[in-house]
């Protein structure tokens, strides 16, 4: 059967947006940092008129570092670094300014029974705690700090309001806290419902992907057997005068041309997969382990890969994730170690997996050890990829795999 006769359905796939854990952490942050800047300048009038009531400098001193850590959580937001250390940071300045205010303030009267001017950024500070906090944690925060409030609020250096009006200022910075709490939670927990289900969607198509490659490229070298080989084996059957063998000759050489290349070519997946699957899949596979990585991840947005790509540098990463748990430690020393997953352009990935731990001479590792030389470097070789492994005694052990070879210094 001629080999234009055979037809293999194309497999194809629709990738629909989905809101991701990432975006959902993007988007609190970036809200929770413009949300700050306008209640910031809403307050800073108020704040300006009641530094008066406070100690010489003490009302500059607040003013400066609540406003600056404003400014600082809004360049974090939009920059999309250190974003929860910033609102970790300005959560704690806040609580820190709260408690103090009953001790600063020298002059109640000037304050003219009216609020103190921290109450209005107090939902700001409130929200900062969520987004930085695990939810058992920011839900402590949310509570007591406009408790604290509540309580500040009946002292002279607080207004001196009555108790029922402390009381209806915290539960209305409870409230907006509280609600603040339940929706970025819930955002969380439905972005990492959509990851996993995206996750375990990519891996069966991918595997669905990798058996049509290979029920294709078996079609294709029947094809090349029924084609070539045969009709090569039947001219040389039938090949009885000197130019009839010399053809056969050169059909047989051409025919084992074609199955050499077709075998050096092998399988290929359809389909590329973002950067951060593989993230996700490292860091799945870090929770299993006994020891504890430090994880950096840099430029893996838009960045995609070929799931042979994807296989080889995730089972390289954990072959020396778990080199390094089975080897480095030392007694009596703790051991640092760091995975360090960076994108490379559009199509490139590099990971560093690094520790402080006793290192080795790479001419003691014995022939037969194969877990350097054939599940690192042998496998990233095969796949277009390239291992560098960097250790000397004493003083630690660094792997590097990069996809494709050459990632590692292209970027630099």
């Known amino acids: 059967m001629p080999a234009a006769e055979w037809r293999v359905p194309r497999l194809t796939t629709r990738r629909r947006a989905a809101v991701t854990r990432a975006q959902v952490e993007t988007v609190s942050g970036r809200a929770l940092g413009l949300f700050g800047l306008v209640f910031g300048a809403q307050t800073l009038p108020l704040a300006l008129e009641q530094s008066s009531a406070l100690i010489d400098g003490a009302g500059a001193a607040i003013m400066a570092l609540l406003y600056g850590a404003l400014v600082a959580l809004a360049v974090a937001s939009i920059a999309k670094v250190a974003v929860r250390a910033t609102a970790l940071a300005f959560a704690a300045l806040y609580a820190i300014a709260l408690v103090a205010w009953p001790f600063l303030v020298v002059d109640p009267a000037a304050l003219d029974a009216g ?7 107090c939902t700001v500070a409130t929200t900062a705690a969520v987004v930085a906090l695990p939810a058992p944690m920011a839900t402590g925060y949310t509570i007591i700090v406009p408790a604290t409030y509540g309580i500040i609020r009946l002292l002279p250096a607080g207004g001196g309001a009555v108790p029922l009006l402390a009381v209806l200022d915290a539960m209305y910075a409870v409230i907006l806290g509280v609600v603040v709490l339940i929706i970025v939670t819930m955002l969380r927990q439905a972005a990492e419902a959509v990851d996993s289900a995206q996750e375990a969607a990519l891996q069966r198509y991918d595997l669905a992907a990798r058996q049509h490659a290979t029920e ?4 294709k070298v029947d094809a090349l057997v029924h084609d070539s080989v045969l009709t090569t084996l039947l001219s040389a059957a039938a090949a009885e005068s000197p130019a009839e063998r010399a053809l056969a000759a050169r059909m047989a050489r051409d025919a084992v041309k074609r199955l050499d290349e077709a075998g050096a070519s092998g399988p290929r997946a359809l389909e590329r997969v973002g950067l951060p699957v593989l993230v996700r899949r490292l860091r799945a596979a870090l929770t299993t382990f006994s020891a504890p990585f430090t994880v950096r991840v840099v430029n893996a947005g838009g960045v995609e890969l070929p799931v042979e790509a994807v296989d080889a540098l995730y089972s390289a990463a954990v072959q020396a994730m778990v080199n390094s748990m089975q080897h480095a430690d030392e007694p009596g020393r703790p051991t640092r170690r760091e995975l360090r997953i960076r994108g490379v352009r559009a199509g490139g990935c590099v990971i560093e997996i690094a520790d402080n731990g006793v290192g080795f001479d790479r001419a003691d590792v014995p022939v037969e050890r194969l877990g350097l030389r054939v599940s690192i470097e042998e496998r990233m ?12 005694t004493g003083h630690g052990t660094t792997v590097t795999v990069a996809w494709p070879a050459g990632a590692a210094g292209g970027d630099a």
């Open 115 to 121: 609020t103190p001017w921290l109450y209005y950024i």
């Open 216 to 219: 294709s490229e078996r079609v």
């Open 381 to 392: 070789a095969n796949e277009g990829g390239s291992a560098e492994i960097v250790s000397q």
